[in-house]
C-alpha cells in the first residue's frame, strides 16, 4: 500500500521512518509547506517527495496528518473527500464544534479516522488496561497519573498549543477513559505560573492538577508540569479490589529516591519521543493494518471529542473554583 505523509516535523519524520520500515507499505510519500524540508527527510528515509500544491490530488491508500494543529482543517478538508483511513496526530482541532465538523465530514466521505494519542500503543500502559478490561484486577477503585515534560516550551509553540489542558494533559484524558472503560462525569481544576512566565503571558500555566471522578465511580487524580529538572515523566498507576500496577515506574524514571533503595534515574527520558518512541512505532503498524482492514479502529474519532471536553471542562473549573460536570460542556 502507498502512505502519505503530510507535515515534515517531528511527528512526521517519525511516521515516514516507521512507514519505511513496514513492509507492507510499498511506497511512503511526503509532503511538506517547507519544500526543503521535505526532501531531507525523504533523502533520510527513502521517501517520495510530492510538491505541497499537488498532494490534495495525490493518489494514495492512507494518510497521516502530521502538520501544526492550525493547520489539520486545511489538510483534513482536502484529504477526507478522498474517503480513505487517516491517521490524524492531536488534536483534531482546539474548539468541540471544529472538531465535531471534521468527524462529520469524514463520515460523510467514508473517510475513517483514526487519532494519534500514541499512549495506548505503549506496552506498560497497554498492559494495565488489559489486567482492567480481564477483570483480574477486580473493582477499580482509583487512577493516578503523572505528565511531567523535561522542558519548558517554546514562546512560539505557548502561543497556538491551545494550554495545558487542552495540548498537554489530553492525553491523559483519553487514558482515563481508555482504562476505566466509563466517561469523565466531572473534573476540578487548578492551575499556575510557578517558574516560567512565557506562560503568563498567554493565560497558560506551567504546573496544573485535576481531580475527576468517571460516570462509574472511578477516583483520578492528575498532575502536571512543562518543567521537570530530572528528565520527562509520564507514569499511570491503577488500583483496584485484588490488584495494584504501574507504568512508566522503571530505571529510567526521572526520580530520585530518598531511601536509595530503587534503581530510579539512569539515564533519564529526555522527551516525550524518548519515552514513547516503541509507541509510536507501534501506533503507525497499527494504523497500517487498520487501513488494510485488518483491524478495527484502535483509537476512533470520539477519543478526540471526548478528550478535548474535558479539557475544557477542566479550563471552566480553573475560571470558577469549582467542579464542573463534563457533559455540560458542548
Request: aromatic share 6%.
Amino acid at each position: 500500500m502507498k502512505v502519505l505523509v503530510v507535515g515534515a516535523g517531528r511527528m512526521g519524520m517519525i511516521r515516514v521512518e516507521d512507514l519505511v520500515a513496514d513492509s507492507r507499505v510499498s511506497e511512503v510519500l511526503i509532503t511538506n509547506r517547507n519544500g526543503d524540508r521535505a526532501h531531507r527527510v525523504a533523502e533520510q528515509f527513502g521517501a517520495t517527495v510530492i510538491p505541497w500544491d499537488s498532494y490534495a490530488e495525490t493518489e494514495t491508500d492512507a494518510v497521516v496528518v502530521a502538520v501544526g494543529t492550525d493547520a489539520h482543517e486545511e489538510v483534513l478538508g482536502a484529504i477526507l473527500p478522498h474517503g480513505i483511513p487517516v491517521l490524524c496526530e492531536k488534536p483534531i482541532a482546539l474548539t468541540i464544534s471544529a472538531t465535531n465538523d471534521v468527524i462529520a465530514s469524514a463520515a460523510q466521505h467514508g473517510s475513517t479516522l483514526q487519532i494519534g494519542f500514541q499512549r495506548r500503543f505503549d506496552d506498560s500502559i497497554r498492559a494495565i488496561h488489559d489486567t482492567i478490561e480481564s477483570g483480574q484486577m477486580g473493582t477499580l477503585y482509583s487512577l493516578t497519573m503523572t505528565a511531567h515534560d523535561h522542558t519548558p516550551s517554546a514562546r512560539e509553540f505557548i502561543a497556538g498549543s491551545g494550554g495545558i489542558f487542552r495540548d498537554m494533559l489530553v492525553h491523559d484524558f483519553d487514558l482515563v477513559r481508555w482504562l476505566s472503560g466509563s466517561e469523565v462525569k466531572t473534573v476540578y481544576a487548578t492551575k499556575a505560573v510557578r517558574a516560567h512566565q512565557d506562560y503568563a503571558e498567554f493565560d497558560d500555566a506551567d504546573v496544573c492538577s485535576v481531580l475527576a471522578v468517571t460516570t462509574s465511580g472511578v477516583q483520578v487524580l492528575i498532575t502536571g508540569t512543562r518543567h521537570d529538572a530530572l528528565g520527562h515523566d509520564v507514569r499511570v498507576e491503577a488500583f483496584g479490589l485484588n490488584d495494584s500496577v504501574s507504568a512508566g515506574l522503571n530505571s529510567r524514571t526521572p526520580l530520585r529516591s530518598i531511601e536509595g533503595e530503587l534503581s530510579l534515574n539512569a539515564v533519564p527520558y529526555v522527551g516525550f519521543v524518548d519515552r514513547f518512541r516503541e509507541a509510536f512505532r507501534n501506533e503507525t503498524r497499527s494504523f497500517v493494518s487498520f487501513a488494510r482492514g485488518e483491524i478495527s479502529n484502535p483509537c476512533p474519532p470520539d477519543s478526540a471529542v471526548e478528550s478535548l471536553r474535558i479539557a475544557i471542562a477542566c479550563e471552566e473549573s480553573v475560571l470558577s473554583g469549582a467542579a464542573v460536570r463534563v457533559a455540560d460542556i458542548l
